[in-house]
Each structure stands twice: as structure tokens, then as C-alpha cells.
């Protein structure tokens, strides 16, 4: 196998525990040399966890991890992981290209510092400091920093969180010309859409497991047909499980949204019932797959998310049609 074709990521097994608490449970996942993957789960599922494991940050309890054919810390060492965290604080009294070149200086084939400040965004913010940056422009310089020492894989915890609208389509815009150059990107994201339009593949955790891993399309086909949505106002949704084509029934917010092999049948149905206010009839989109794969029993044996430390800021997919919890 030529260095080519040697997987960028390989998880065999992989295990993490906490005590009696099993955070992520026997993960298998393998990633291609120029592959866009979105991690995706709900809070507590396990994805930190995993990207804890995956840069050498935490031992797994069980199973293998390689990165680029060798240890995690090995690559990390080498500066060919790039990382973008959640956490950490930035450096104070420093400006954006005295703390870019400082990282850059620590790896063995940086990128050129202007080039790095262009990729993020930040070449005219270059000479302030760091620490009068508002959250979104501080995100960027995390970005940077990721990106300083040229790396093939970079992983990149919540990317968009605090970029406005325009900042969020530059930073995707500049992740497909890193991926074009044949790098690696793996993200964790709460923005379905983000995932659906920018990954080649999508990774689904929930309770520890991989529930999910295919594109945008082979995973919204898991739902299968399309959704019925009205407003219920004061009525009642009994019996509506029961109606033409109807596989599953949610109500968010006295708005019902039924998933149906056959939404014609399903809406003459309605119609008869008088239940038609604002109805709206559309494909499954990538929320209704992540909500059919990770909705469920709570697992008692599962990822918690004070144990794992996961992964949004207490926001619900099920109360927020655009951002589903992740």
C-alpha cells in the first residue's frame, strides 16, 4: 500500500470508558486521503469523545487508532494534524499575526503567515490584538491557528459557531479549496445544512455507536418518502398514525409532521379530517434522517455528556426546524 492509499483515519474497535459509563462504543470508521466528513450527534452522543481519541488527546479503553498509518501523537508531532476546539482561550496582548507566526513557527512546513491570514479572513485584522477580537473574528484566528502549520488532516470541533451568515460562506468556501489540494477535513457541526452541503460523507453517532456514514443522499433516503406538516392549533393528533401512508408522527410546537410513503393519500386524508392549516408537503431532508436515527429510548449504558463533554449549547432539534441538535 503506497502512502497514498493509506487510510488518513482508521478507528478499529474503539472504546472509551468511564467507569461503569461507556462513552463511545466499539467505533469502526475509516477516512480517505481528500475526504470532507461531517461527525454528527446529538449531545452527549460521543462526538468530542471521539475527536479527543482521534488527535491523541485521550486513550481509547479499547481498540486501535492510526492516523496517516502510525500513532496519533506520531502525526500530531509531525504537524500534519491541524486542530480547531471548542475550547481554549487565545493569547492576550499579542496581535492576530504576531500569534499566526508564532504558531506557524513551531511546525515543520508552515503555511506562509500572509497566506494563512487570507485563508481565515483576518489580513485586515492582522495587526490587532488578539484579545479585541469579537467572538466571531476570534473564531477565524482559531481557524488560523488550525490551519498555521499546513496541515493534511485538520479537524475542526463547531467551525461556524459565532460566524455570521457571509463569514460562514467564506469559511466553507476556503475549507473546499483546502480539501481541493487533496487535504482531509473532519467537522462537528449543530448546522445540518452546513453538513449536508459541504461533506462527502456524513457520520451519524448516537449513544456511543455510529448509527449512520454515507453522503447527504444515501442517509435522507434511510427516512424514505416525504413529510406532511400542518398546524394543529387545539386539536387533538390521536389517530393520525393511523392514516394513509403515515410511518411516523412528531409534533414540535402544536405543529405535526408526519413522514409518509404516500403524502398524496396522506393528504386527501387530512383534508377529510379538516386538518389542512398551513400544509406543507416536502422530501426528507437531513434533519428528518438525523431525528429517525437518533430519537429513541435513553440508553442507560450510554454517553453522557458531563462524562463526554459533548458538543452543543443546549439546542433542540426538535423545538428548531434549522438547527437540529447536534
Known amino acids: 500500500m503506497t502512502a497514498a492509499d493509506t487510510p488518513v483515519v482508521e478507528f478499529a474497535g474503539v472504546a472509551k ?7 463511545v462504543k466499539g467505533i469502526d470508521l475509516t477516512i480517505r486521503r481528500g475526504e470532507s466528513i461531517a461527525l454528527l450527534g446529538r449531545n452527549g452522543a460521543g462526538k468530542s469523545t471521539s475527536i479527543g481519541i482521534l488527535l491523541g488527546l485521550l486513550p481509547p479503553s479499547e481498540g486501535r487508532v492510526r492516523l496517516f498509518g502510525g500513532a496519533p501523537e506520531a ?6 494534524i491541524g486542530a480547531m476546539l471548542q475550547e481554549g482561550a487565545l493569547i492576550t496582548r499579542v496581535t492576530v ?3 499566526v507566526a508564532f504558531v506557524a513557527g513551531t511546525y515543520p512546513r508552515p503555511l506562509p503567515v500572509a497566506e494563512t491570514l487570507e485563508l481565515a479572513g483576518l489580513t485586515h485584522l492582522a495587526e490587532r490584538r488578539a484579545d479585541r477580537l469579537s467572538g466571531g473574528q476570534a473564531q477565524r484566528l482559531r481557524f488560523a491557528l488550525a490551519m498555521a502549520g499546513g496541515p493534511e488532516l485538520v479537524v475542526l470541533d463547531e467551525p461556524t459557531a459565532a460566524l455570521d451568515v457571509s463569514a460562514r460562506r467564506e469559511f466553507w468556501a476556503a475549507m473546499r479549496g483546502y480539501a481541493a489540494r487533496g ?7 449543530h448546522y445540518l445544512e452546513e453538513a449536508d452541503e459541504n461533506a462527502d460523507r456524513i457520520v451519524v453517532i448516537d449513544k456511543g455507536r455510529k448509527v449512520a456514514d454515507g453522503t447527504g443522499e444515501e442517509i435522507k433516503r434511510t427516512v424514505g418518502g416525504n413529510v406532511v406538516a400542518f398546524d394543529l392549533g387545539d386539536r387533538s393528533s390521536e389517530g393520525l398514525e393511523q392514516l394513509p401512508g403515515v410511518t411516523s408522527v412528531e409534533i414540535r410546537r402544536s405543529r405535526a409532521y408526519l413522514r409518509s410513503a404516500d403524502s398524496d393519500a396522506t393528504v386527501l386524508a387530512l383534508a377529510e379530517r379538516g386538518d389542512v392549516r398551513n400544509l406543507e408537503v416536502r422530501v426528507s431532508r437531513l434533519e428528518d434522517a438525523f431525528v429517525a436515527l437518533t430519537t429513541g429510548a435513553d440508553d442507560t449504558d450510554g454517553a453522557d455528556g458531563a462524562v463526554s463533554a459533548d458538543d452543543m449549547d ?9 438547527e437540529a441538535m447536534v
Do not use: C
Open 75 to 80: 502525526a500530531v508531532r509531525s504537524g500534519r
Open 183 to 189: 487535504n482531509t477535513v473532519l467537522f462537528s457541526t
Open 97 to 99: 499575526r504576531e500569534l
Open 314 to 322: 443546549g439546542r433542540d432539534g426538535h423545538e428548531d426546524r434549522e
Open 17 to 23: 470508558h468511564y467507569g461503569a459509563v461507556r462513552a
